[in-house]
């Protein structure tokens, strides 16, 4: 892993069977946060001044652990209530250093029948280095917090942990009676940002950009891949997986124009454009979902 905002801002973690990274400053809470959301074991979460992180002087990696420590005060971590999101559950916790978004990495899709098992690797760790590598060429993407992940002969689980970005989804945000135009270019310029430093969002849709006081925030980097230029075709694949979005969502797609318009010059060929409605209207009919061209 190329970052080098990994040993700057993070220290490793190895400890009860888990292993991981989480940032030096809050590194006691963020990592209590990530074992207890592992351990399914979040009820009046409060971290007894005993178990706080210390620093084992044997581990040759430099890594962290649970160990005792001196009397002291205990942390105490509000948990507020869950929300739902995408495939799963989010649990949204108030730390010392403000709110963090927990997430457990599960499979969607023909195989979502494995929930949150990953053969070899943790997905929610290639996740994290996306989003340090996002951070490092000055896309606006969320705070990378802490990543932990457990592996049991080839199979991996993992813990995401990231900071909550105050606002409201693009979805939620188009369906109120505003005026939308800015809102979707300065999503557009964004995007366009994006593929302009080699990322590709596995995901693009309306549900995962925020729009925060600071402007637009790029969510959800499950799958996203670095790559050295993003062709045109994959670009293309990006923006009509968002406009495919609006039609699952109810939305107007008057709404793609604007994005197009922020995101600049973009050829979206007519036999992919028809690729992505034909496939739209069979999920739609497989579904049960109505379409707002019915």
Same mark, same amino acid.
Request: charged letters at 25%.
């Given at each position: 892993? $190329?970052?080098?905002?990994?040993?700057?801002?993070?220290?490793?973690?190895?400890?009860?069977?888990?292993? #991981?990274?989480?940032?030096? &400053?809050?590194?006691?809470?963020?990592?209590?946060?990530?074992?207890?959301? =592992? *351990?399914?074991?979040?009820?009046?979460?409060?971290?007894?001044?005993?178990?706080?992180?210390?620093?084992?002087?044997?581990?040759?990696?430099? #890594?962290?652990?649970?160990?005792?420590?001196?009397?002291? *005060? =205990?942390?105490?971590?509000?948990? /507020?209530?869950?929300?739902? =999101?995408?495939?799963?559950?989010?649990?949204?916790?108030?730390?010392?250093? #403000?709110?963090?978004?927990?997430?457990?990495?599960?499979?969607?899709?023909?195989?979502? +029948?494995?929930?949150?098992?990953?053969?070899?690797?943790?997905?929610?760790?290639?996740?994290?280095?996306?989003?340090?590598?996002?951070?490092?060429? #000055?896309?606006?993407?969320?705070?990378?917090?802490?990543?932990?992940?457990?592996?049991?002969?080839? /199979?991996?689980?993992? +813990?995401?942990?990231?900071? +909550?970005?105050?606002?409201? &989804?693009? $979805?939620?945000?188009?369906?109120?009676?505003?005026? %939308?135009?800015?809102?979707?270019?300065?999503?557009?310029?964004?995007?366009?940002?994006?593929?302009?430093?080699?990322?590709?969002?596995? &995901?693009?849709?309306?549900?995962?950009?925020? /729009?925060?006081?600071?402007?637009? /925030?790029?969510?959800?980097? &499950?799958?996203?891949?670095?790559?050295?230029?993003?062709?045109?075709? =994959?670009?293309?694949?990006?923006?009509?997986?968002?406009?495919?979005?609006?039609?699952?969502?109810?939305?107007?797609? %008057?709404?793609?124009?604007?994005?197009?318009?922020?995101?600049?010059?973009?050829?979206?060929?007519? +036999?992919?454009?028809?690729?992505?409605?034909?496939?739209?209207?069979?999920?739609?009919?497989?579904?049960?979902?109505?379409?707002?061209?019915?």
């Amino acid at each position: 892993m $190329d970052c080098s905002s990994l040993s700057r801002d993070y220290v490793t973690v190895e400890t009860q069977g888990y292993r #991981g990274y989480v940032r030096k &400053d809050y590194s006691d809470e963020l990592l209590g946060m990530l074992i207890q959301n =592992a *351990a399914g074991k979040f009820l009046g979460l409060r971290i007894p001044a005993g178990n706080a992180l210390q620093p084992e002087s044997a581990s040759p990696k430099g #890594g962290h652990g649970l160990g005792a420590t001196p009397p002291g *005060a =205990a942390v105490h971590l509000e948990l /507020i209530p869950r929300l739902s =999101a995408g495939r799963g559950e989010v649990r949204h916790v108030q730390y010392s250093g #403000g709110t963090a978004v927990l997430r457990q990495g599960l499979r969607g899709g023909m195989m979502r +029948w494995l929930r949150d098992r990953y053969l070899f690797y943790p997905r929610m760790l290639s996740e994290f280095v996306a989003l340090l590598l996002a951070r490092e060429r #000055g896309l606006p993407v969320p705070q990378p917090l802490g990543v932990l992940w457990r592996r049991r002969g080839i /199979i991996c689980r993992g +813990w995401l942990a990231t900071a +909550w970005i105050e606002g409201e &989804d693009l $979805d939620v945000c188009l369906g109120t009676a505003r005026e %939308h135009d800015a809102t979707l270019r300065q999503c557009g310029a964004v995007i366009r940002q994006m593929h302009d430093a080699g990322l590709y969002h596995a &995901d693009l849709q309306v549900k995962n950009i925020r /729009i925060s006081p600071e402007g637009p /925030i790029l969510m959800d980097f &499950d799958g996203a891949k670095f790559r050295k230029q993003l062709s045109m075709l =994959a670009r293309a694949r990006n923006l009509l997986r968002f406009r495919r979005s609006l039609e699952k969502n109810g939305l107007s797609l %008057h709404y793609f124009r604007p994005l197009c318009e922020g995101y600049g010059e973009v050829r979206l060929p007519s +036999w992919l454009q028809l690729l992505y409605t034909v496939k739209g209207r069979v999920s739609d009919q497989l579904s049960g979902r109505k379409s707002i061209h019915d």
